[in-house]
Every structure is written in structure tokens, then in C-alpha cells.
């Protein structure tokens, strides 16, 4: 059974950083494209950030450019997001996500019904 569990949210003030883990599993990930989209209280769920297989390619949501680093730890089967210089607008349930060979489009517009998806972990910002 491919599980994808989050771990890392809370409570931090603004200007806090957060570190955000996702541990894989259930299967071989080789392939995978691999990041994070978040859904605030009573708002669509939006793309992040996301991590080809490689590592190499990265590609963020302009709300979070220069302030959040995705990583990815192929041996551990481990994605990361590193969140920075956090507002009380990153408050949010965060989502990791997995998708075979998925380019950053793809990536960016997927919907629950395609790839793999975590159950979330929630992060709140206060001001």
C-alpha cells in the first residue's frame, strides 16, 4: 500500500521557518516527481512547489519563490520543504504529493484523483 505521510506542521509565528518531511513508501518512487500543495481554511487547494526524480529541476508557486527550498532524499525516500520567512497567508493544510514523470505543469495543475496523496499536515502562521 503506497503511503505518503507528512510531518513537521504547527503553530510558529510570522517570520518563523518550518521544515516540512514527507516519508514514502509502498513502492519504488523511481521516477517520481515528487512536491508539496497546500489548501488554506476556505480556499482552493493550490500547487507549492515540486522536485523532479533527479533532483535538479525545481519549480515553486510565486507565492512562496525565495522563501521555500524543496528538497527531495532519493536513498530515504524523503521530500522536504524548507519554509522560510513565513506569513500568516502560508497558513494552510501542506499536502505531499508524488507523480510518475510529471514536468512542472503537470505537477502543477494535478488533481486528487492522479498520483499519490499524504493526508496533510497543517501549519499556522500567526501574525
Excluded: H
Excluded at 46 to 64: H, L
Excluded at 92 to 117: K, R
Amino acid at each position: 500500500q503506497v503511503q505518503l505521510v507528512e510531518s513537521g506542521g504547527g503553530l510558529v509565528q510570522a517570520g518563523d521557518s518550518l521544515r516540512l518531511s514527507c516519508a514514502a513508501s509502498g513502492r519504488t518512487f523511481t521516477g517520481y516527481s515528487m512536491g508539496w500543495f497546500r489548501q488554506a481554511p476556505g480556499k482552493e487547494r493550490e500547487f507549492v512547489a515540486t522536485i523532479n526524480w533527479s533532483g535538479e529541476n525545481t519549480y515553486y508557486a510565486d507565492s512562496v519563490k525565495g522563501r521555500f527550498t524543496i528538497s527531495r532524499d532519493n536513498a530515504k525516500i524523503m521530500v522536504y520543504l524548507q519554509m522560510n520567512s513565513l506569513k500568516p497567508q502560508d497558513t494552510a493544510v501542506y499536502y505531499c504529493v508524488a507523480a510518475y514523470n510529471a514536468n512542472y505543469y503537470t505537477f502543477s495543475t494535478l488533481t486528487d484523483d492522479l498520483g499519490y496523496w499524504g493526508k496533510g499536515t497543517l501549519v499556522t502562521v500567526s501574525a
